[in-house]
């Protein structure tokens, strides 16, 4: 029986870490291939990118060598889906085949356009708003050394966030089904409107929490991909 591939993004100012206990609550089925992005954890020292296209195109080489014809799908948190989305078509336009699935979460779609410019505010008041989101230790914001170690990445990874516009080209939107999570007090965007971006179904759950409801709800969201992935009648 094959398993099927799962890629999961990170987060702005995250590294693969934030990810290792879903590994523990995904079925055997599902392997977890998380994506480590450029300058943190495994792949710190690297240059930090300021592009959803840069990170896309930086990354897309090391999911290649999974895509050995075993169906694949895709999560991301925040940054980690529009990623995972624009990862998505750029892997189609080079005919590798779509996921089966995209799981995206804690992100207004595509072609909506972020009104804040965080990464632009001075330290004091990009620190003050990333403690509102919540999701950061306390003792982050009182460690000089990881502040000044964290910071740049923290800020490089907003303005590839906040800086990211949809293009709509000629090529067609993705056709495999779309799963949009969501925090009830995160935002006041729609995420149905995730739907416009495939030609599949989109459908979208919300739970209890502001931006990083993911933590505090793993256990409901693996058993959500679960359920969309071990569907009877798929093949793995």
Partial sequence: MKR?????FPYAGASV??????????SPSIRLITVELPGRGRRFGEPLLTSVDEIVENVRHTLIPHLDG?????????????????MSRKLSSL??????????????????????????????LFLA????????????????????????ILKCDYRAS?????????RSPLSCDFTVFSGLQDGD??????SEHTSGRCEAFAYEGGHFFLH?????????????????????
């Fill in 4 to 8: 099927l591939n799962m890629f999961f």
């Fill in 17 to 26: 870490s934030v990810y290792e206990r879903w590994k523990n609550l995904l």
């Fill in 70 to 86: 075993s169906p694949y799908a895709m999560f991301g948190h925040s940054l980690g889906s529009v990623i995972a989305f624009e």
């Fill in 95 to 124: 005919g590798y085949p779509e996921p089966v699935h995209l799981f995206v979460s804690g992100r207004a779609a595509p072609h909506v356009i972020e009104n804040e410019n965080m990464h632009l505010m001075p330290d004091d």
């Fill in 129 to 152: 708003k990333i403690q509102e989101l919540g999701g950061t230790p306390r003792e982050f914001f009182e460690n000089q050394d990881l502040l000044s170690l964290f910071l740049p």
């Fill in 162 to 170: 906040e800086t990211y516009r949809f293009h709509k080209d000629d």
């Fill in 189 to 194: 965007y729609d995420p149905m409107e995730w």
């Fill in 216 to 236: 505090d709800h793993a256990e409901l969201l693996t058993e959500k991909i679960q359920s969309r992935l071990l569907q009877p009648g798929r093949v793995l």
